[in-house]
């Protein structure tokens, strides 16, 4: 909490203490502190000191303050307290001023509504300074004293102190008795929520706070990826994927991973025809390098789709761009599917020369694509070359016999 944010609620009413609360008081207590009455003499120090801090003069109404704490009745002496806390902090020195408060609110001299806000600040203090146990002790005791309203920060400030000490149940029911007060959530709050049950492993929860953030930020495409990826631990793979072109179509991507992970989705759920024109949309507006490792994916997506014509032409450009010859000899195989036997024929000429693994597959390939583009002898040749290769052996001789028989009737 900064210092401004803490004069707005520290000082307030630190001239007239007694002058009541903001919170409009729902429950009445049976007994209440009035406070009691100050000294004019003590009211007009207070307003020099205030004059004081509003030039920043922290010394000297430091040492004014000192002069108010040695006379006066207890009422007078918390409020000088409750002053000099304020100081204190403004000077950034928060232990000094967390005593100065504690101070005040031992006299117990102050109004009752004034007692509990002083108590609410205090702990608001120690969870900001991370003294998180005397935090939830403080901000405890002051709900449980409370005459008028809890506000619904207050739920808030103890939940952050039991989340930091793990109390992550503890800490849920703050943060829903806060959410339950207000007509709006706030965006942090549900992120806190969202946080405390993933701690929990409670992921039905996590997508339904989840669901809540999209419709408060409809903007924020983390909150459509983390989604996504709930939906996807619990199985619910098909709202996943929903969820994630929901994104794209709202236009929230911003990064080449998102295209590709949407994408990868779709091929992970078998719906290749979506996955290749995600991901062909967006090599073309330039979202996804043109890499050999996309385009391949583009390629084998189209594929999957048996749109035969359009993978090859995808591998084709895959394979130009680091002379790939395990992509070449896939693009061999995509064009004798195609029965494209003279493309066939050249893709896996090229598979060869670029070093493909396995060559007798690629030459394979080649023989079969010869001999059905009528080109016995470049079929021949090839399976004579597919002869060395342990992993075609077999194959080639069958189809070199076979071949060369045909040769012999015809001739």
Known sequence: MTSKKLMTVLVGGAMLLATGNAWSAKKQCDERSSGGSMSEGTYRA?????????????????????KL?????????????????????????YKNGLKAFESALALGGLPQLQQEQLKYNAGQLYIADGNYPKGIRTLEEYMAEACGDIPAD??????????EQKQFRKALKQVDLALSKVKEPKEQWLQLKLALHYELKDFPACAEVLVKLIALVPDK???????????????KDPDSLAVLA????????KKESEYKNLAAVYMLLEI????AETMAAALEAGKVEASEKNLEFLGDAWLSAREYRRSADALKRAAQVENNGEIWKRL??????EERWTDAIEAADQAVKAGAKDPGDALMIKGLASYNAN?????????????RYEESRKQARQWLTFVESELEDIA
């Open 46 to 66: 207070l307003e020099r000191i205030h004059e004081r801090i509003a030039e920043n003069e922290y010394k000297d109404a430091e040492e004014r303050i000192g």
């Open 69 to 93: 704490l040695g006379r006066g009745n207890d009422y007078e002496k918390a409020v000088a307290y409750q002053t000099l806390g304020f100081v204190k902090i403004q000077q950034n020195d």
């Open 154 to 163: 207050a739920h808030i400030q103890l939940a952050a102190g039991y989340a």
């Open 221 to 235: 495409a983390d909150y459509f990826k983390q989604l996504s990826g709930i939906y996807f631990e619990i199985k």
């Open 246 to 253: 929901l994104a794209q179509r709202q236009g929230l991507f």
């Open 272 to 275: 290749p025809y979506q996955a």
């Open 332 to 337: 061999a195989q995509v064009l004798a599917e």
């Open 375 to 387: 080109r016995p002898k470049t079929a021949i040749a090839a399976f004579n070359q597919a002869l």
